[in-house]
Every structure is written in structure tokens, then in C-alpha cells.
């Protein structure tokens, strides 16, 4: 029967000429491989697969026969390396070689060949049939085995992907001390499985696109239908749309791609490598962006408050989140403004330092050759280099060798009467509050802007500081993450969103959304959930 059917197939044959085929290869020089199609000569089909891939060595091209039919021809075309080659062997190829032998009578009679290759045949769960190469190439390279069969006019498409991937550790630049260790890997299926692990909804949905003319790299949107915004998740999809570029690597080509203001130093896309702080903002009304290659997930919109919070605050009781947020808060005012206000007070303002205080700082600073704008920058630079050197160097030595390194040059340094022993204080105050930011993006951000009010600081004393200040206001003020204003919840003010701003409210407080991120389905929780004490309930039922 199986004979029958093969045969019925191979009467088909359309026929192909060099005209067609030059159109073919015009056709996919231009790149638009969705108006080729898969013809029913194998040997057409495999001259089209090898002139595109380049007869690269790595793609294996395995040809057969279908049991004993002299006709049946067959051929299997893959990736060495990105291929189960166990299952290819026992599933695909033993089953198509050995089993259509035996044409016997327990298939149902005039069941076509199509049905019965997907259903008794291909012992696999991912099997789809195509006719157009793009299907067909696409598959290949992302690491499919396509089977061809000579006489249909169609592919089918097999999933049988398997290589070498990173396993789920724990983030390296998020850590914390109560909450989940895993992290992100460079896999987006692994990735799009920790976060539905956590997140066990219906509504959860991955939109899949390819971004990259070269290297068709796959993006997945996440968003929680219901809750985020249809107009949020239009434009996310339109502004990834049309990102037309060879290619993309990491999620920060993205980034880069997406935002609103591409001038600003702040940013406006949030990056992470934790499932759960990815799963918290699906919560509240955002949309994250996965990307094939690289663990860091982005998340929009966001606002200034969004980068100083850790998964850990929510952790924690609400009054220790909420203290060590507003150390956070003090630390980043610390980091930006200390070495400005030094410069400033120093240089033009010597009458606001307390006499005592001012004479210590005079003693210290005799025969230093420098101004005090100069030594900061000096020693900011070299702080700067030490933190570059740590990140780069091995991770057995980098440690220790910056630590060194700060003690010797900054001992040096005040020994030499290059600086004063004052202004290495300073600096390493301000390098250990920097520190304290949970982004590293948004931490990179306030470091950069810190030179220019130094230099402020050093021509205009405080008044420069207030104008540097001023100017950030204002330009945090108008800026924008894809709608969301930056200071949202503070400017404009909205007093129901600062118990989650401000200060981490207890979690039987928090009934709602972001008022400016969710418009619809605001309600996150019942109302009245605030524990009661056992006694204090009971004395209230027995009035």
C-alpha cells in the first residue's frame, strides 16, 4: 500500500527548468527565501540547501532509501553538534529504513503518506510539515533535522535540538541574601521556563520574533494578558519590529535600539538576570524582553525608583527593606555630590567649615602641588582604573590585587604630597556608596555625571552644584520609558504609588498597581489582610 502511495506521489513531479532555478538563486540572493519552494526532486531540493549554506562541513547531509522501493529516495539534512544524534538514529532514520518495509495492512486503507509518516513513523512529539525554504533553512540553523523525500513537494521539519548550555546558577551581579539563587542562562527556552515555573498563569504569553539580517537572533516578548497594557504591548512590538541590523548578540544592542531619549546618560531600560525580579514586573503591568545568547532580560517601562530596588527589599520584613532602601537613597546622593561639595566648600566657600575643622584641613593640605579640584580627579581617575582592573582581572587574583593596589597607591600618594590624606577619605567614601546601587547600568550612570559637577564645583563653587543639580531635575523630569514618565509616582505625583517608592510598604498594604504603568486590573490583592492578633479578634467578636 505504502508502494501505492509512493508512487501516486512521485506522478506528481512539477517540472523545473534553468529558468526557475536562476530565479531561484536571484531570489535568494536578495534574501527573500519565502518564494522559494521545496520541489518534489530531492536533488534540486539538496543542490538549493547546499548552494545557501555554503556546503559548510558542519551540515550533514545523510541520504537513504525508504525501505526497498527503488524510487522512495530520501535524504536528512542537519547541524553536527546541535542535533540529539541518538534519537536521530533510533527515532528518524532506523524507523523510515526498516519499518516502511513491511507495507502490511495494519494502517488504515486509504491513509495518505503525510498522515501516516507523522503518525506511526516519526517517533518524536515535534514534528511539522513545510513547503517553503525559509521554513526549511530556518530549521536547519536552529538546529531541526529536516527530512526530504523525493516526489512530495514538502519538508518536514523535526525538533531534535541538543547542545551544550550553561546550567542555572546563581546571578554573579544580583546577589542577595534571602531569595532564590537562580539566575538566567544564555538559553532562551531555558529562560522562558524559569519564569513560567514561577509565574503558573493561562495568561502568561511569549510572542516570539527573529531580530538580525545575519544572525536571526530570537526574541521573546513576556507580558501577562489582562494586565499589562494592549498599547504597551503594541509599541514594545513595533519598536523591535523595526530594528533592521546584521546582527544581535546581547540584549543591550537592543537597548540601545528601543529607548526613548538614546542621549541620555540615565537609563531607560531595566536589565536583569533574575527570574523573579522579571516575574514581579510581568505582576505589576511591564513587559520583559528575552533574547537568545545572553542571560540579562530587559524589562519596560521603568522608572528612577525601579533601579534602586533589589528582590531582597520584598524579602525582608517592610521595615528593614525600607531602611536599607533609604540607605540606598543616601548613598546615591552620597556618591554623586560628596566630591563636588568638597571641591566647592574648599576652593570658594572656606567660611562655612568650622574654624577647627578648617585648620585641620589646612595642615593636611600643605604641600600638596595640586588644587583640590585637581587631586579629586586624580584620585577618582585611579579609583576608577582599580575598578576596571577588578572586573577584568581572574577572579582568584582580582581581589586581591585592587585591595593592594588602593593601599599602596593611596598610601604612596599621601606620603609623596601628592594629595592629602582628606581627599583619599573622600574619594573612598564615595566609591563604597557607589557600590551600594543594585543596577549596575544606573550606578555607571552616576559615577559619569560625577566628573562633570566636580568640574562645576571647581569654577563656580556651589553655585555650579546647584546648576548641575537643576539641570539633572530637569532633564529627569521630561524624560520618558516608552510612555512612563521617569520620575513616575513622584512627578506627577501620585500618593497611593509612594508606600512602594518612598518606603516599602508592609505587603497587606499594597492592594494595587502602578497607577501609571496599569490603567485596567489595578487590584493585585483582597482588601483587609492585615494580620489581627488571635486575643485582640476574639474580644472584638465577643463585643
Given at each position: 500500500?505504502?508502494?501505492?502511495?509512493?508512487?501516486?506521489?512521485?506522478?506528481?513531479?512539477?517540472?523545473?527548468?534553468a529558468?526557475?532555478?536562476?530565479?531561484?538563486?536571484?531570489?535568494?540572493?536578495?534574501?527573500?527565501?519565502n518564494?522559494?519552494?521545496?520541489?518534489?526532486?530531492l536533488k534540486?531540493?539538496?543542490?538549493?540547501?547546499?548552494?545557501?549554506?555554503?556546503?559548510?562541513?558542519?551540515?550533514?547531509?545523510?541520504?537513504f532509501?525508504?525501505?526497498?522501493?527503488?524510487?522512495a529516495?530520501?535524504?536528512?539534512?542537519?547541524?553536527?553538534?546541535?542535533?540529539?544524534?541518538?534519537v536521530?538514529?533510533?527515532?528518524?532514520?532506523?524507523p523510515?529504513?526498516?519499518?516502511?518495509?513491511?507495507?502490511?495492512?495494519?494502517?488504515?486503507?486509504?491513509?495518505?503518506?503525510?498522515?501516516?509518516?507523522?503518525?506511526s513513523?516519526?517517533t518524536?512529539?515535534?514534528v511539522?510539515?513545510?513547503?517553503?525554504?525559509?521554513d526549511?533553512?530556518?530549521?536547519?540553523?536552529?538546529?531541526?533535522?529536516?527530512l526530504?523525500?523525493n516526489?512530495?513537494?514538502?519538508?518536514?521539519?523535526?525538533d531534535?535540538?541538543?547542545?551544550?548550555?550553561?546550567?542555572?546558577?546563581?546571578p554573579s551581579?544580583?546577589?542577595?541574601v534571602?531569595?532564590?539563587?537562580e539566575?538566567?542562562?544564555?538559553?532562551?527556552?531555558?529562560?522562558?521556563?524559569?519564569?513560567r515555573r514561577k509565574?503558573?498563569?493561562?495568561?502568561?504569553?511569549f510572542?516570539?520574533?527573529?531580530?538580525?539580517?545575519v544572525?536571526a537572533?530570537?526574541?521573546?516578548?513576556?507580558?501577562?494578558?489582562?494586565?499589562?497594557?494592549?498599547?504597551l504591548?503594541?509599541?514594545?512590538?513595533?519598536?523591535?519590529?523595526?530594528?533592521d541590523?546584521?546582527?544581535?548578540?546581547?540584549?543591550?544592542y537592543?537597548?540601545?535600539f528601543?529607548?526613548d531619549?538614546?542621549?541620555?546618560?540615565?537609563?531607560?531600560?531595566?536589565?536583569t538576570e533574575r527570574?523573579?525580579?522579571?516575574?514581579?514586573?510581568?505582576?505589576?503591568g511591564?513587559?520583559?524582553?528575552?533574547?537568545?545568547?545572553?542571560p540579562?532580560a530587559?524589562?519596560v517601562?521603568?522608572?528612577?525608583?525601579?533601579?534602586?530596588?533589589?528582590?531582597?527589599?520584598?524579602?525582608?520584613?517592610?521595615?528593614?527593606?525600607?531602611?536599607?532602601?533609604w540607605?540606598?537613597?543616601?548613598?546615591?546622593?552620597?556618591?554623586?555630590?560628596?566630591?563636588s561639595l568638597?571641591?566647592?566648600?574648599?576652593?570658594?566657600?572656606?567660611?562655612?567649615?568650622?574654624?577647627?575643622?578648617?585648620?585641620?584641613?589646612?595642615?593636611?593640605?600643605q604641600?600638596?602641588?595640586?588644587?583640590?579640584?585637581?587631586?579629586?580627579l586624580?584620585?577618582e581617575?585611579?579609583?576608577e582604573?582599580?575598578?576596571?582592573?577588578?572586573?577584568?582581572?581572574?577572579?582568584?587574583?582580582?581581589?586581591?590585587?585592587?585591595?593592594?593596589?588602593?593601599?599602596?597607591?593611596?598610601?604612596?600618594?599621601?606620603?609623596?604630597?601628592?594629595?592629602?590624606?582628606?581627599?583619599?577619605?573622600?574619594?573612598?567614601?564615595?566609591?563604597?556608596?557607589?557600590f551600594?546601587?543594585?543596577?549596575?547600568?544606573f550606578?555607571?550612570?552616576?559615577?559619569?555625571?560625577?566628573?562633570?559637577?566636580?568640574?562645576?564645583?571647581?569654577?563656580?563653587?556651589?553655585?555650579?552644584?546647584?546648576?548641575?543639580?537643576?539641570?539633572?531635575?530637569?532633564?529627569?523630569s521630561?524624560l520618558?520609558?516608552?510612555?512612563?514618565?521617569y520620575?513616575?509616582?513622584?512627578?506627577?505625583?501620585?500618593?497611593?504609588?509612594?508606600?512602594?517608592?518612598?518606603?516599602?510598604?508592609?505587603?497587606?498594604?499594597?492592594n494595587?498597581r502602578p497607577v501609571?504603568?496599569?490603567?485596567?486590573?489595578?487590584?493585585?490583592?483582597?482588601?483587609g489582610?492585615?494580620?489581627?492578633?488571635?486575643?485582640?479578634?476574639?474580644?472584638?467578636?465577643?463585643?
Amino acid at each position: 500500500m505504502l508502494v501505492k502511495l509512493l508512487t501516486r506521489a512521485f506522478k506528481r513531479k512539477p517540472a523545473v527548468n534553468a529558468l526557475s532555478k536562476q530565479i531561484e538563486q536571484r531570489v535568494y540572493r536578495s534574501g527573500d527565501l519565502n518564494r522559494i519552494y521545496v520541489t518534489a526532486f530531492l536533488k534540486d531540493n539538496l543542490a538549493l540547501l547546499k548552494n545557501i549554506l555554503g556546503q559548510s562541513q558542519d551540515v550533514i547531509f545523510r541520504s537513504f532509501r525508504l525501505g526497498q522501493a527503488e524510487q522512495a529516495e530520501a535524504a536528512i539534512v542537519y547541524i553536527e553538534g546541535m542535533v540529539d544524534i541518538n534519537v536521530l538514529n533510533n527515532n528518524i532514520i532506523r524507523p523510515l529504513m526498516t519499518e516502511l518495509c513491511h507495507p502490511g495492512g495494519k494502517h488504515a486503507a486509504g491513509e495518505s503518506f503525510r498522515e501516516l509518516l507523522t503518525s506511526s513513523i516519526l517517533t518524536v512529539s515535534n514534528v511539522h510539515d513545510t513547503r517553503v525554504m525559509h521554513d526549511v533553512v530556518a530549521g536547519i540553523l536552529y538546529g531541526d533535522v529536516i527530512l526530504l523525500i523525493n516526489g512530495l513537494e514538502q519538508a518536514w521539519v523535526i525538533d531534535l535540538k541538543k547542545w551544550n548550555m550553561r546550567y542555572v546558577t546563581e546571578p554573579s551581579a544580583e546577589v542577595v541574601v534571602r531569595g532564590p539563587r537562580e539566575g538566567f542562562t544564555e538559553t532562551l527556552r531555558t529562560n522562558t521556563t524559569l519564569v513560567r515555573r514561577k509565574l503558573r498563569s493561562p495568561n502568561l504569553n511569549f510572542d516570539f520574533l527573529n531580530i538580525g539580517r545575519v544572525t536571526a537572533t530570537e526574541v521573546s516578548i513576556a507580558y501577562i494578558k489582562g494586565i499589562a497594557s494592549p498599547d504597551l504591548i503594541a509599541e514594545v512590538k513595533n519598536r523591535l519590529q523595526r530594528i533592521d541590523t546584521d546582527g544581535v548578540l546581547e540584549s543591550g544592542y537592543l537597548e540601545e535600539f528601543i529607548e526613548d531619549d538614546p542621549y541620555s546618560p540615565f537609563p531607560q531600560v531595566l536589565n536583569t538576570e533574575r527570574p523573579d525580579k522579571v516575574v514581579a514586573s510581568l505582576l505589576e503591568g511591564r513587559v520583559a524582553i528575552l533574547t537568545d545568547g545572553t542571560p540579562f532580560a530587559l524589562i519596560v517601562p521603568v522608572q528612577l525608583t525601579a533601579f534602586m530596588t533589589s528582590p531582597e527589599d520584598y524579602y525582608e520584613r517592610y521595615f528593614i527593606g525600607t531602611a536599607i532602601l533609604w540607605v540606598r537613597y543616601i548613598a546615591m546622593v552620597t556618591s554623586l555630590l560628596l566630591p563636588s561639595l568638597y571641591i566647592a566648600v574648599i576652593t570658594f566657600h572656606q567660611e562655612m567649615i568650622p574654624a577647627r575643622l578648617l585648620i585641620s584641613i589646612t595642615s593636611y593640605h600643605q604641600g600638596v602641588p595640586f588644587t583640590a579640584l585637581v587631586e579629586t580627579l586624580l584620585l577618582e581617575f585611579v579609583f576608577e582604573v582599580m575598578r576596571e582592573a577588578s572586573v577584568r582581572l581572574p577572579r582568584q587574583v582580582g581581589q586581591t590585587v585592587t585591595i593592594a593596589g588602593a593601599l599602596v597607591i593611596g598610601q604612596s600618594a599621601v606620603m609623596a604630597g601628592l594629595v592629602s590624606p582628606l581627599i583619599v577619605i573622600l574619594v573612598a567614601t564615595t566609591g563604597l556608596a557607589s557600590f551600594t546601587n543594585p543596577s549596575y547600568n544606573f550606578g555607571i550612570s552616576m559615577r559619569l555625571l560625577r566628573f562633570p559637577l566636580m568640574l562645576l564645583a571647581g569654577t563656580l563653587g556651589l553655585v555650579g552644584v546647584i546648576f548641575g543639580v537643576l539641570m539633572i531635575t530637569i532633564h529627569l523630569s521630561g524624560l520618558r520609558s516608552f510612555g512612563l514618565p521617569y520620575l513616575s509616582a513622584l512627578a506627577p505625583l501620585h500618593t497611593g504609588d509612594l508606600k512602594d517608592v518612598l518606603v516599602r510598604s508592609p505587603w497587606w498594604a499594597m492592594n494595587y498597581r502602578p497607577v501609571d504603568i496599569v490603567r485596567r486590573n489595578r487590584r493585585r490583592q483582597a482588601v483587609g489582610l492585615k494580620p489581627v492578633q488571635v486575643g485582640a479578634s476574639r474580644r472584638k467578636e465577643g463585643r
